[in-house]
């Protein structure tokens, strides 16, 4: 098994801590498995065209998720 160290700053850090307590998420590991399952998601389905939203059901109007890395394997 690989192991893995980065730098973040503190802010970062407790944002992570923060999310990870409200999705009762218990370790580092199991956060950036979660993470980068939604992050290969979300590139499968831009690379293929669809755009990634949070859809209100109730009303039905949705927001667009846009981040650079993903627009970048969008097809023109």
Request: hydrophobic share 45%; glycine share 4%.
């Amino acid at each position: 098994m690989a192991r893995v160290q980065f730098e973040i700053d503190e802010e970062e850090l407790q944002t992570i801590k923060n999310l990870m307590g409200a999705t009762k998420i218990k370790t580092f590991s199991a956060f950036l498995s979660e993470a980068l399952s939604l992050y290969m998601l979300s590139l499968k389905e831009r690379h293929a065209g669809r755009i990634i939203a949070a859809l209100n059901e109730l009303s039905g109007q949705y927001k667009q998720l846009v981040i650079p890395s993903l627009e970048r394997v969008a097809p023109p």
